[in-house]
């Protein structure tokens, strides 16, 4: 069975840094893409990046001028770890940040609350 586990969210003020990491199991881990996807109060979810099976990365959201050199995907396939390292934080990242595999499998979510 599938497992998405994101974790490392929370509240921070703007400037701040996070790392969320997202623990998966159940599949073979190296051979999928992963995913972050972002969810505000009353948007719709949106993929904020993706890494390939051999690192490639892309970063994606309508606020990707704003992202730009802020965010890192990254993976570590020895620990089926997928992480994204979000720097100076702006309160328009709050949102539920989301994990995915890209085949239908999702983790629950963490929040994160960018706010003084």
């Known amino acids: 069975q599938v497992h998405l586990v994101e974790s490392g969210g929370g509240l921070v003020q703007p400037g701040g840094s996070l790392r969320l990491s997202c623990a998966a199991s159940?599949?073979?881990?190296?051979?999928?893409?992963m995913g972050w996807y972002r969810q505000a109060p009353g948007q719709e979810r949106e993929l904020v990046a993706t890494i390939l099976r051999d690192g490639r990365t892309t970063y994606h959201t309508t606020a990707l001028d704003s992202m730009k050199g802020r965010f890192n995907i990254s993976r570590d396939n020895a620990k089926n770890t997928v992480y994204l390292q979000m720097d100076s934080l702006k309160p328009e990242d709050t949102a539920i940040y989301y994990c995915?595999?890209?085949?239908?499998?999702w983790g629950q979510g963490t929040q994160v609350t960018v706010s003084s």
């Open positions: 995915t595999n890209f085949a239908g499998s």
């Open positions: 159940g599949f073979k881990f190296s051979l999928y893409p």
